[in-house]
């Protein structure tokens, strides 16, 4: 599979746009929906379009090297990198969840079981299943596309 800029610009976007549709009205406080939809959007970016940039692509760029990569390989990469992804977020809402933006009161490991069972961080593994298969498809598209365009030349 060949690098494709527009999988890189564009296969994180979804998962986070609808992340935070689906948040923003639960967590809305007495401000608008849209400015709750903001704020959550941008750290949200920031971890889809890191874990893609710093994660995803360099390990299968690795696993390219060892093995032919398929449309199945890709997606079960993306989803092992968002089940990864999930750990330094948990670990980051313990240490800044607690009293006066501490460190909670109950160790990590008791933390992480409990965050473990919420819903929501399904979104963690799902996304990087639809980023990973998002990327696969434009990829592999505009080069499928080429493809056929040299041929019928």
Same mark, same amino acid.
């Given at each position: %599979?060949?690098?494709s800029?527009?999988? &890189?610009? &564009?296969?994180?976007?979804?998962? !986070?746009l609808i992340? /935070?549709?689906? %948040?923003? @009205?639960?967590?809305?406080?007495?401000? !608008? *929906?849209v +400015?709750t939809? &903001?704020?959550?959007l941008?750290p949200?970016c920031v971890?889809? =379009?890191?874990?893609m940039a +710093?994660?995803?692509?360099p390990a299968?760029?690795l696993?390219s090297l *060892? #093995? @032919?990569?398929?449309r199945?390989v890709a /997606?079960?990469?993306?989803f *092992?990198?968002?089940?990864?992804?999930?750990v330094?977020?948990?670990?980051?809402?313990?240490?800044?969840g607690?009293?006066?933006s501490?460190p %909670?009161?109950?160790d990590?490991p *008791?933390?992480?079981?409990g965050?473990?069972t919420e819903?929501f %961080?399904?979104? =963690?593994?799902?996304?990087g299943l639809?980023?990973?298969?998002l =990327?696969?498809? &434009?990829?592999?598209?505009?080069?499928?596309?080429?493809?056929?365009v040299? #041929?019928?030349?």
């Open positions: %599979m060949r690098f800029w527009t999988g &890189l610009l &564009l296969a994180p976007l979804p998962v !986070p992340a /935070c549709a689906v %948040m923003a @009205p639960v967590l809305q406080g007495e401000g !608008p *929906v +400015l939809f &903001l704020i959550l941008i949200a971890i889809s =379009y890191g874990a +710093l994660l995803f692509l299968l760029f696993l *060892v #093995t @032919p990569v398929t199945w /997606c079960f990469l993306g *092992v990198v968002g089940a990864a992804v999930f330094p977020v948990a670990r980051l809402a313990w240490a800044t607690g009293p006066n501490g %909670m009161t109950v990590f *008791v933390f992480f079981a965050w473990l819903p %961080m399904l979104f =963690y593994p799902i996304g639809v980023t990973a298969a =990327y696969w498809w &434009l990829g592999t598209r505009r080069h499928s596309r080429a493809t056929t040299a #041929t019928n030349t």
